[in-house]
């Protein structure tokens, strides 16, 4: 596996890692606790060194899960967390960065997750109630501390990046991107390559949708979280299928499939960008292990970028509540 460096503290980990919110109940099916481990070890034994997780999953079950399952490659791997939400009853109940509560929650994962230090720290949401400046403090004395490696947030806007990193150096900033999502284009993206921070897109292969699995007549249960958003509405899973549509065309000229081709477009983009799609399944963890392994040449990279502008996506990504926690 590919190595690839996040920021300019350090960090470096495998060109792909795997988000881990799957083996928690967002998407309403749970694998069991054996075959969630087996998962994760099949993913270290493939070069996987990078794996996604936050207090919220679950909430705590996740990291647990984590913890238990990479103990025995505690120093092959790297294992990023977050903080950032407050957990009432079992529940979230909306953001909450205050200094004391970002160290309560470290303590909490360092527990949980069975390490003497946190690789990889994320504010998992900016919090409107605390100046940044004061969580990017608290993140700078649990390192001074020796508790967190490195500091990274998540969903946050351009100015808020340059107010932490000021603080205390950024190694990463993760949030949603892939080719139906790319309102990082704009500004952030911009903002981290001139301030040397990496970046880690979450859902790189649109929730599932960009496989090419999912149409407007898929039925998702009640407990998938999809069900709920905008864009998974059947009239705007009918409109999106152009782009589905693209990557097929790719994909067969690739030899590839549509998860392969959108994986691998994320990957040329930046030396500096870590996509992390998430899954429970054997199969679907070698298929997207295998798109580092696919060259997009600058004529396939136009090609794609040209069809892709003429396509509109239709529908938000998440309910309007759940918008307004982010600052893109």
Known sequence: MQKRKLGQQGLEV????????????????????????????????????????????????????????????????????????????????????????????????????????????????????????????????????????????????????????????????????????????????????????????FSPLGRGFLTGKISDTTQLTDEDFRKKLPRFQPEALKANQAIVSLLNTVAEQKNATPAQIALAWILAQKPWMVPIPGTTRLSRLEENLSSVNIELSDEDLQIINDATSQIQIIGDRYPEASEKMTGL
Not at 14 to 31: E, K, P, R, W, Y
Not at 99 to 115: D, F, N
């Open 14 to 201: 495998s060109a792909l890692g795997l988000g881990c919110m799957g083996f928690s109940s967002t998407f309403g099916q749970v694998i069991n606790k054996a075959d969630a481990i087996y998962m994760l070890h099949q993913a270290v034994d493939r070069g996987v060194t990078f794996f996604d997780s936050a207090e919220v999953y679950g909430p705590y079950g996740n990291e647990e899960l984590i913890g238990e399952a990479l103990a025995p490659y505690r120093h092959q791997v790297m294992i990023a967390t977050k903080f950032g939400f407050n957990i009432e009853d079992g529940k979230m109940n909306g953001v909450y960065s205050k200094p004391e509560q970002i160290k309560r929650a470290v303590e909490g994962s360092l527990r949980r997750l069975k390490v003497d230090v946190i690789d990889l720290l994320y504010q998992h949401r900016v919090d409107p109630g605390v100046p940044i400046e004061d969580v990017a403090g608290a993140v700078k004395d649990l390192i001074q501390q020796g508790k967190v490696k490195y500091f990274g947030m998540s969903e946050a806007g351009a100015q808020t990046i340059r107010k932490a990193h000021a603080v205390q150096p950024l190694s990463a900033l993760q949030s949603e991107y892939s080719l139906w999502m790319r309102k990082p284009e704009d500004i952030v993206l911009p903002t981290l390559e001139e301030l040397g921070i990496g970046f880690v897109p």
